[in-house]
């Protein structure tokens, strides 16, 4: 059965730093492509970033790019972001997901999701 858990949410100023985890079960063979999303109240998922299986590719959201990287290290089954320069604009639940096949922007793609973790960027 295959499950996802994120970490390392939490609050913190304009301008930090913060890492969230993704930490994948249930895929021995490092099958999945994983895609971070965010969501704030009333909105549908937002695309952040995406990472290939192997890792080699990644893409990023125009809003996150120069100050988000997603990176993996499938050894460990787990999947980083680690989100710099943030803004209260980034405050959002940070969630991951998990596919078979090309990474993708679009939410339906993803077949597997974790629960979320929730970041909080105070001005």
């Known amino acids: 059965q295959v499950e996802l858990e994120e970490s390392g949410g939490g609050l913190v100023q304009s301008g930090g730093s913060l890492r969230v985890s993704c930490i994948i079960s249930g895929d021995p063979y490092s099958s999945f492509a994983v895609g971070w999303f965010r969501q704030v109240p009333g909105k549908g998922r937002e695309f952040v970033a995406a990472v290939t299986r192997t890792g080699d590719r990644t893409d990023y959201a125009d809003s996150v790019k120069g100050r988000f990287t997603i990176s993996r290290i499938n050894v460990a089954n787990t999947v980083y972001l680690q989100m710099n320069s943030l803004k209260p604009e980034d405050t959002a639940v940070y969630y991951c997901?998990?596919?078979?096949?090309?990474?993708?922007?679009?939410?339906?793609?993803?077949?597997?999701w974790g629960q979320g973790t929730q970041v909080t960027v105070s001005s």
């Open positions: 997901a998990g596919r078979i096949g090309l990474a993708s922007r679009d939410p339906p793609m993803y077949r597997y």
